[in-house]
């Protein structure tokens, strides 16, 4: 292919100047300088002679890689990607200073995770979600599901799936202009602008930070929750959703709650969340964490036996991140107790000893059902004791009341006084209320198998 382009680069080049009305001295200048260095995993490294051209690299990428990208495919039929660069950073015998990787995350600081769906483990639990994200990676025009809302608990796989998407975008789809970006970037990025309007007195700032998440084909947002209910962020994030959807852009979405369970998100947010596609990762089985143990061990020099993955997997049921945290734990450990000699079983459960409790049941209390439910709906924990009967927390309560007569040894008196209700026939009817909801409503069904999976993973 390198060889391909080289030979056609005059034509090339010609057709750029005839097709995009380069005039003859711009043509000189910036164009006919350009020389072709290398071709790797169809990555096109095209120098500019900074001492003929000057530090005009921004402008060239800007100005001329999509109508030099289309020009080479209409000459050659081959789509490739452009990466320009000063000679000078170029190694002698025309090879990129630069491999691909360091080329992508150099323009893209989050892909320097090495998060990509060849790095994915598929399972029962996460299957949907990875076909789901694969498919509006492959076609990336909005067309396919839009938006794709995935959520989960943390450390299951949401932001690995929204980066593989992002970096097969980008290494498949050079015309589509992609944009990453957390809640918390999104956030700051509002509040700078906000506060640069004010010092300078008009709104330019805002209009900079519109034209760069409106300006675009895909935008991918990790951890929206963060946003619901911080006024000036969700108005901004909302108008610039509704401006890309309205587009026909895609967007892919990712929180720790479906939209249903957002409370303070407004209602028609809610519905175009839901417009799309909206899909829930769950933990891993014992299968999957061993084959993400198995693909970690790939990854080091040292390597465990199966007894001690086993352990690991057997005892580990929350997250991929606890699952990764307790096999670097156990490297670590070893590395400073036991240098010398082999990793044993016993070295991985003293390793493990403050991280993995086997043999002790975790006991569920009335006020750690009403912490994990507070926190799941986002709520105070005051607010579920006090004595409000607002639908957002008539719901959560009677769904403590629920799980606390599931999972505790409470009597339905002692319940009542750890929510602070009057007397226990409030109970008897919010514990009634949910069993015979939960037959009818597969969404409410699904919110107790969530919460029972974070009372005790």
């Not at 391909?4 to 300088?33: C, H, M, Q």
């Not at 789809?173 to 809640?183: G, W």
């Not at 450990?333 to 079983?345: D, R």
Request: charged share 25%; hydrophobic share 35%; glycine share 4%.
């Amino acid at each position: 292919m390198e060889n391909k382009i080289k030979d056609k680069w005059s034509e090339i080049i010609e057709y750029l100047k005839d097709a995009y009305e380069v005039n003859g001295v711009l043509f000189r200048t910036w164009i006919a300088p350009l020389e072709v260095v290398s071709y790797n995993n169809n990555t096109l490294v095209i120098s500019i002679d900074e001492q003929k051209q000057g530090d005009i690299l921004n402008l060239i990428d800007k100005k001329y890689k999509m109508p030099l990208q289309i020009a080479i495919e209409v000459i050659t039929g081959e789509q490739v990607s452009i990466c320009f660069q000063y000679k000078s950073e170029v190694k002698s015998g025309g090879v990129s200073s630069y491999n691909k990787e360091e080329i992508l995350a150099e323009k893209y600081p989050f892909l320097n995770n090495g998060h990509s769906f060849d790095t994915f483990v598929v399972s029962g639990s996460n299957n949907i979600a990875y076909a789901a994200a694969l498919a509006v990676a492959e076609n990336p025009n909005g067309q396919i599901y839009n938006p794709l809302f995935l959520y989960s608990g943390p450390g299951l796989g949401k932001t690995h799936l929204i980066h593989s998407i992002a970096r097969y975008i980008i290494e498949n789809h050079p015309d589509f202009s992609v944009t990453y970006t957390t809640s918390e970037d999104f956030m700051n990025a509002v509040v700078e602008a906000i506060r640069t309007n004010k010092e300078k007195g008009n709104t330019a700032a805002t209009a900079n930070l519109r034209k760069k998440y409106r300006n675009i084909d895909v935008l991918l947002i990790d951890d929206i929750q963060f946003i619901i209910g911080k006024d000036s962020t969700q108005i901004e994030f909302f108008n610039t959703f509704e401006a890309l959807y309205q587009s026909g852009k895609q967007l892919v979405i990712t929180s720790d709650k479906p939209p249903s369970q957002m409370e303070q998100l407004d209602m028609r947010y809610r519905s175009r969340f839901n417009s799309g596609m909206t899909i829930d990762i769950q933990p891993p089985d014992f299968e999957t964490s061993m084959a993400i143990l198995r693909n970690k061990q790939e990854q080091s020099d040292i390597k465990l036996d199966d007894n001690i993955l086993d352990y690991i997997a057997t005892n580990i049921k929350s997250n991929i991140r606890d699952l990764e945290g307790a096999y670097n734990k156990i490297l670590l450990y070893a590395k400073f107790n036991n240098p010398n000699g082999n990793i044993t079983l016993p070295t991985a459960e003293n390793a493990l000893k403050d991280f993995i409790s086997p043999n002790e049941k975790l006991i569920i209390t009335a006020d750690y059902i009403l912490e994990i439910v507070a926190d799941h709906f986002s709520l105070d924990k005051e607010a579920l004791l006090s004595q409000k009967k607002t639908r957002n927390l008539t719901l959560p309560r009677q769904i403590c009341m629920y799980l606390c007569s599931e999972l505790t040894n409470l009597t339905q008196t002692e319940i009542a006084a750890k929510l602070k209700r009057n007397n226990h026939t409030t109970v008897i009817h919010g514990v009634n209320k949910i069993k015979e909801d939960i037959i009818v409503d597969k969404e409410l069904e699904n919110t107790i198998r969530i919460l029972k999976k974070k009372l005790n993973p």
